[in-house]
């Protein structure tokens, strides 16, 4: 397992993944710009637990702005998550991560998903946009959170 990890300010274009977290813990992820991704702008797996995304910008990812796979715990705030692909927000697996003051916003298929794995996840003071593409595609919560 890997902690303490900070990231600030990094651009990343054209990648298959922008920022990747595999099995790290306590770390931080601010003030990155990540653009035109082949599958995830920001991905947190496999046990990435307690961590921080705050003040990023993801933009025309291929298929995630922001995936979360079986990890808990993590605060994400304050980020732009726009124009990608399929998802704005993806949450399957985990518990208790927290989501504050986001915009998440023209997202292709959903701006934010919730996997039936996720339990106990927050969602306070986000700012959502459907896209003109699917108007009905604000939050789709396929779990009992």
Do not use: C
């Amino acid at each position: 397992m890997v902690k303490n990890i900070g990231m600030k300010g990094y651009g990343t274009t054209g990648a298959y993944d922008g920022v990747k977290f595999v099995n790290v813990d306590l770390s931080v992820i601010s003030g990155d710009s990540v653009n035109t991704i082949n599958r995830a702008g920001i991905y947190l797996l496999n046990g990435s637990d307690s961590n921080t995304l705050m003040d990023n910008f993801i933009h025309s990812s291929q298929s995630y702005g922001i995936y979360l796979s079986v990890s808990s715990n993590n605060a994400v705030l304050r980020n732009v998550s726009d124009s990608n692909g399929w998802f704005g927000v993806y949450v399957s697996g985990g518990s208790n991560n927290r989501f504050t003051q986001n915009e998440v916003r023209l997202n292709f298929r959903y701006q934010i998903y919730l996997d039936f794995t996720s339990v106990s996840d927050t969602f306070q003071k986000n700012i959502i946009q459907a896209s003109s593409y699917n108007p009905d595609s604000g939050v789709y919560n396929s779990t009992n959170n």
